[in-house]
């Protein structure tokens, strides 16, 4: 669920303290990271210089003109640092809250056998704790004993409560949850300053982004077309003096802020910000500002089947006898084996025995050894304590088990599981020993509306891939069904780093989601690795973003804010540049006018004076700055379209409509701007 607070405005809290921060960013340190706003800042300087002491630079008479220059200048500065101001203050006050909360946290951790409180901020990685109900989880960690309903919506926003358990799928908690009911005994997974917690608040507080690779390449750009504009500008003094004309410094100030590109300088920051803020806002934890732009750059896109394209559950829908065995016996055996089995399809199974009045000997089941299903084994089971080994996994392996034991596998075994596979189910076979007794039919189920969202992601120029365990008939059913462009089959964790790498190979960007340590490796090679909050500290670690919501199918949302933030800088970049264009035909012949008539015929939009010209278009590169923030801030709406389109698309509402907007404005701007001088 999307974090309900995005939904609200910005309080009258937040814009007083970006005001108050707009000043405090003044700060040439802190200016001289946006080199484009930092050639604004003195030329500000230089012009209020001008105006303490006129004499030194003109004549008394141009003071006015200069101190409206200094202010217009001021503004811009100021509406800049606003900007940015207001993209890092949404995420300050979720940041200042989650510090609170970690400040006034407590622990009872266990010494010795006893329960000792002590703050929080004093727990070490390794150190085991309990929580109980109406306490807060001081830290990240992972339960070895108990269960507990744990209130998450401080971090995530969703207000319904989660099951958390030792052992199971759901046994890694976050620190500033609640437990809401029983108790859990945790050890700690992180050491102090690196939690879950304390990596949100280093991601919210935009003072510690790193920029991107395409934010750095377009400062890069910014910087140089500054730098031209400013030796144009610097070398327009003597050609004018030349021809001439004589043009006061403020004027050239006014040329030069105007034509560099104080638009976007003014807003990048808080285009970056802010697509970080999104993504947060949207229950993700981005590691870096790289890794939600590398999500906008997405050629690639692998997902687990189980989970992500479907809701994962899968149940035991009916269990099937080959070679002439009988049902009673396959079940008893199915259930024994799933008895000391925690995941969903081992729990499955004796909820079907239970519906069909079954029943199985329990005591076999409670005096074995358990035997853990592996992505490598791809098989789970029981050895028994009077020798016998019974398994259960897929229909592959569970033959090649019977088979090296000296069995035989019934002729039949793979008409029914082709005819389960071909229903969509997934085929588990039963065996003990060397006699395979039959298949459980698992039914899973895709998720409504997944083959339009792919299709979704087709029309942005990704491909899909599916992953699953599931033999090669499930996996096409499934993929068909789903509309996903290709999957493979009885996939291993080296089968998805291979795909990952060949992708890459082809110069890709690979995009995967994962839960479990089998996930890691993959993860950590994918460009942009989603992890699950209720997955494993290994996934965790190796992924780059953390869905806090633990939905793997938010990896389409994620990619669809990456591609937002990419367009939303190069819209505005766009208009920005385009916004020169009228600029140049209002200021280029208001200061040669006079002296070169011939130069009127630039004047296109009939602007009253050199002067009023001037200022207007001054005045417009200033608020136009401001007038952005909104679209900064929430970001260009995005539609699935192919890369030439969107071109096409920004080109025309952004590229010509930063040639006609200014025109428009500055015009406008003139008739005031005439009334007053």
Avoid at 492 to 516: C, L, N, S, W, Y
């Amino acid at each position: 669920m999307v974090n309900k607070e995005k939904k609200k405005g910005l309080s009258a809290a937040a814009v007083r303290s970006a005001a108050i921060e707009s000043f405090i960013k003044l700060n040439p340190a802190a200016m001289i990271k946006n080199p484009v706003m930092f050639v604004v800042e003195l030329s500000t300087i230089i012009v209020l210089l001008m105006v303490v002491f006129p004499h030194y630079f003109s004549s008394q008479d141009a003071i006015g003109f200069n101190i409206t220059v200094f202010i217009i200048l001021m503004f811009t500065l100021l509406f800049a640092n606003f900007a940015e101001a207001i993209a890092e203050g949404r995420g300050k006050a979720q940041a200042n809250s989650l510090k609170r909360s970690k400040q006034e946290m407590f622990a009872n951790k266990l010494i010795g056998g006893k329960v000792v409180v002590i703050p929080s901020t004093e727990l070490r990685k390794g150190d085991i704790f309990i929580v109980s109900q109406g306490e807060m989880i001081p830290g990240d960690g992972e339960i070895i004993e108990g269960l507990a309903s744990v209130d998450e919506s401080a971090i995530t926003g969703e207000s319904a409560a989660v099951i958390k358990e030792a052992g199971g799928d759901f046994s890694s908690v976050t620190g500033g949850t609640r437990v809401v009911s029983d108790w859990i005994k945790v050890r700690l997974t992180s050491d102090p300053g690196q939690s879950f917690i304390d990596r949100m608040i280093a991601l919210v507080e935009g003072a510690k982004r790193q920029k991107s690779p395409n934010e750095i390449a377009l400062d890069t750009l910014l910087t140089s077309l500054t730098v031209i504009f400013l030796i144009v500008v610097v070398t327009l003094a003597p050609i004018a003096n030349y021809v001439g004309v004589h043009l006061e410094i403020p004027v050239l100030i006014a040329l030069l802020v105007c034509l560099i590109p104080t638009t976007i300088g003014g807003l990048l920051s808080a285009i970056g910000i802010a697509g970080m803020d999104r993504v947060t806002q949207f229950n993700v934890l981005a590691m870096s500002g790289k890794a939600v732009e590398a999500a906008g750059d997405i050629n690639t896109m692998i997902l687990d089947k189980t989970g992500t394209i479907t809701y994962g559950n899968r149940m035991a829908s009916d269990i099937i006898p080959v070679g002439g065995n009988e049902l009673v016996t396959l079940a008893a055996w199915a259930a024994i084996s799933s008895a000391q089995d925690e995941t969903p399809e081992g729990r499955s199974v004796l909820e079907w025995m239970k519906k069909q009045s079954m029943s199985y000997d329990a005591s076999l089941a409670q005096g074995g050894e358990f035997i853990p299903f592996k992505a490598e084994t791809r098989m789970s089971g029981m050895d028994l304590s009077d020798g016998r080994k019974v398994r259960k996994g897929s229909v592959d392996t569970v033959r090649k088990w019977v088979l090296a034991g000296g069995g035989l596998v019934p002729p039949d075994l793979e008409k029914v599981s082709n005819h389960v596979a071909a229903l969509g189910g997934t085929p588990l076979a039963v065996a003990v020993d060397n006699e395979l007794l039959g298949v459980i039919y698992l039914k899973d189920t895709v998720k409504p509306g997944m083959k339009e969202r792919f299709q979704q992601l087709r029309e942005m120029g990704i491909k899909t891939i599916m992953c699953t365990g599931d033999n090669p008939l499930t996996a096409a059913t499934i993929a068909k069904e789903a509309g996903v462009d290709d999957f493979i089959a009885e996939s291993t964790p080296e089968d998805k780093i291979t795909v990952i790498r060949r992708e890459q190979a082809e110069g890709k960007m690979v995009a995967m989601t994962g839960d479990g340590t089998n996930d890691a490796p993959a993860l950590a090679q994918a460009d942009v690795g989603l992890a699950m909050n209720s997955g494993t500290i290994a996934a965790k670690e190796a992924a780059n973003m953390i869905d806090l919501d633990s939905d793997p199918s938010k990896i389409i949302e994620v990619v669809a804010i990456g591609k937002q933030l990419l367009m939303t800088r190069g819209a505005l970049t766009t208009f920005s540049i385009a916004n020169d264009i009228a600029k140049y035909f209002a200021i280029i012949p208001a200061m040669f006018m006079l002296a070169i008539p011939e130069m009127g015929v630039l004047n296109i939009m009939k602007l009253g004076s050199p002067l009023s010209a001037i200022l207007s278009a001054l005045i417009f590169n200033a608020i136009i700055i401001p007038l952005l923030i909104p679209l900064a801030i929430k970001g260009v709406t995005y539609k699935p379209m192919s890369g030439s389109r969107l071109l096409s698309r920004n080109l025309l509402i952004y590229g010509l409509g930063g040639v006609i907007v200014p025109f428009a404005g500055i015009k406008l701007l003139d008739y005031v701007v005439r009334l007053w001088v």
